[in-house]
Structure formats: structure tokens, C-alpha cells
């Protein structure tokens, strides 16, 4: 789709910095990651949920309340892709060489009552069993886990086995969010973290400069990108989000940011990345 399509345009621009990409599409963004790592392909275009195990800096960009809006986050993006910057893409062997905007995070939800966080106690929520952060969010709150991945999630809020979900805004429409929502649910407007895509490489099997230029390439690319999103989230209707009043946002606020306290010192975050997210948005 889009995605694969924005890849070909990568792989057109990357020729200048001396790739050549053979590019190959997954269905399973588990097994992209697993072949990345075994050395079955050189680089691998993946979210920052499957990121983490690989460089925890540029997987902070996804910290929980971290960014509130777009605008926020491409100003980080753009911070990023400036080549004094060029260390807090890089952990070990793997370099994080562009990030590309995937989405909000929002809750979708089956009951319009969990727009007060209370309410999500002991309702289960389908939860990626990969992803540290959002188990440790789910415990906060006191609900329930249902283990789930990328490929699986959406079938289980649709099929009722679970309460709440979360996913990007342009999730809705492909994925069928509506059955999951139904007559009495709707989609919390008020975002959890920013989803990304993210370019990984290994930078010893690329030439000198390529994930610098990669990056600031990648952050010219965020307006268009951003564009197609909006399209896709616009497909959810008016009357399905939950607006949230005052005193629901300060606590809403209140809990992404204690949690993401608590995931910077059990070295979930890096406290440097989350620190210049935390400058730039004006927390």
C-alpha cells in the first residue's frame, strides 16, 4: 500500500547516497524485524514498537504523552536529522537512518463511559505482548492484558475479546475498527503516544554519510507522509470521538506522564531523547 509505495520513493533517493535497495514487503512486521536481526536483509523499515530491541533512543520518540500533536513531533524529527544529533540515532551496531510520522495513538473503545480513566479498570485491553510500555500502562490503570501483536489485535476488539485497543487514527478504516466500536464505543480523541516508522541499518554495511543523509531526507518527507494519514483518519466519523473535558485531559496527562517517569527508570526510555521531546512540546 502507501507504505510500500513511499519505499519505492526511498529507494529511488538512496541511490544517490550510494544504495542500491532490492526492496521486499512483509506482512508480518514480526518477521521483518526477526530477519533484520538474523542478517537476512540489510535494513528494514518497521515501527518504533519493534525498534526497542534494537535501539532504544529512537524508540523513545514513542514515549507515552511524549508528544501531543504532530506539529511536536516533527519539530523533533527535524532536530533529529541535523547531523550534531547523529549520536542519539545510533545504539551499538544499528542506526536508526530516517523516521517517518505513522500515526496518533488513540484508544478505541466499545463503552463511551472509559472516557474517564477510572472506568478502565478491569477491562481488558488487547496489548502488544512485545511492547513494555503498554503493559506497564495497562497495570497503572488497572485493566487486564490480552496478549496480542500487530497481525491480531484488531480481529480481537472486533470480535468483542477485548474492551479497548489501541492504534493509529488511520487504522480505523482498513482494519474495521467500527465492528469493535459498535453502537456504544467510540475512539478517545485525545493522544496516547505518536506511532512511527523508522529506518534501521547496521552503519558498518553502508557507506560513510548514508544514514545522515537517510535522516534528513526522511524528515523532508514528514509533511507528505502526515498528508496521506490525515486522509485515512478523517474516514472515522465526527460522532464517534469522545471528547475529553478539562479535568479528564489533566488526568489523562497526569498518568502518561507518571508512567513514562516510571519506564525512564527501568530503562524502558532513554531519559536524553525523552528530555528534548519533553523541551520541544513544552512539558
Known amino acids: 500500500g502507501p507504505t510500500f509505495t513511499n519505499a519505492k520513493e526511498y529507494k ?6 550510494g544504495v542500491n535497495f532490492k526492496l521486499k514487503p512483509y506482512t508480518d512486521e514480526s518477521i521483518a524485524a526477526a530477519d533484520f536481526r538474523n542478517g537476512k536483509c540489510d535494513g528494514a523499515l518497521i515501527t518504533g514498537l519493534r525498534v526497542q530491541q534494537f535501539n532504544r533512543k529512537s524508540y523513545s520518540l514513542e514515549a507515552l504523552g511524549l508528544f501531543p500533536s504532530y506539529g511536536a513531533l516533527k ?8 547531523e550534531r544529533a547523529a549520536g542519539l540515532m545510533k545504539q551499538g551496531e544499528y542506526e536508526t537512518a530516517g523516521v517517518f510520522p505513522a500515526g496518533e495513538i488513540l484508544l478505541f473503545v466499545n463503552d463511551k463511559s472509559m472516557s474517564d480513566t477510572s472506568k478502565i479498570a478491569g477491562k481488558k485491553i488487547c496489548t502488544m505482548s512485545f511492547d513494555k510500555a503498554a503493559n506497564t500502562m495497562v497495570k497503572v490503570v488497572g485493566a487486564n492484558p490480552v496478549p496480542s501483536d500487530v497481525g491480531t489485535f484488531a480481529s480481537k476488539f ?3 475479546s477485548c474492551d479497548v485497543a489501541y492504534a493509529p487514527a488511520a487504522a480505523y478504516a482498513p482494519l474495521e475498527l467500527h465492528k469493535g466500536v459498535g453502537a456504544n464505543g ?3 480523541e485525545f493522544p496516547v503516544a505518536q506511532l512511527t516508522l523508522q529506518v534501521l541499518i547496521r552503519s558498518a554495511d553502508f557507506p560513510a554519510g548514508f544514514g545522515q543523509s537517510s535522516r534528513v531526507y526522511a524528515a523532508s518527507k514528514f509533511d507528505a507522509v502526515q498528508s496521506v494519514l490525515s486522509k485515512e483518519a478523517a474516514k472515522i ?12 485531559q489533566v488526568r489523562y496527562t497526569k498518568l502518561l506522564a507518571d508512567t513514562r517517569a516510571q519506564l525512564i527508570a527501568g530503562g524502558a526510555y532513554d531519559p536524553t531523547v525523552v528530555k528534548l521531546g519533553a523541551q520541544i512540546s513544552g512539558q
Open 12 to 17: 529511488a533517493a538512496a541511490l544517490s547516497w
Open 237 to 248: 466519523p465526527a460522532d464517534k470521538y469522545i471528547k475529553i473535558a478539562g479535568a479528564d
Open 186 to 188: 467510540g475512539v478517545i
Open 75 to 82: 519539530k523533533a524529527v527535524a532536530v533529529l536529522a541535523k
Open 158 to 160: 472486533n470480535n468483542g
